[in-house]
């Protein structure tokens, strides 16, 4: 198992800029992929981007594409999210979660980073 931990979260002002990280511990090796979701108040939860642990295939909803940049770094088994323009929409609890398999949904989350853009 993996077991993962967000950090960065935080208040920013519109336009501005956050860095969330997630740390992995446990079975990283053989993980396949790592994903950031985000849930705003009174909102399913959403993809946000994705990234082949042991790769270069990248995936972004529309809604943040040209703005954040997923990202991580295998020898600190530490994900980034780096996000920049902040909208206010962007508000949310941020997520990061990981699966061992190439399909299928992912099995293990993070507690969750809040970041909120407001003025």
């Given at each position: 198992q993996v077991q993962l931990v967000e950090s960065g979260g935080g208040l920013v002002q519109?336009?501005?800029s956050l860095r969330l990280s997630c740390a992995a511990s446990g079975r990283t090796s053989s993980l396949f992929n790592m994903?950031?979701?985000r849930q705003a108040p009174g909102k399913e939860r959403e993809f946000v981007a994705s990234i082949r642990w042991r790769g270069t295939t990248i995936y972004y909803a529309d809604s943040v594409k040209g703005r954040f940049t997923i990202s991580r770094d295998n020898a600190q088994n530490t994900g980034y999210l780096h996000m920049n323009s902040l909208k206010p929409e962007d508000?949310?609890?941020y997520y990061c979660a990981a699966r061992y398999l190439q399909t299928g949904s992912y099995d293990y989350w993070g507690q969750g980073t809040q970041v909120t853009v407001s003025s």
């Open positions: 519109p336009g501005g994903a950031w979701f508000t949310a609890i």
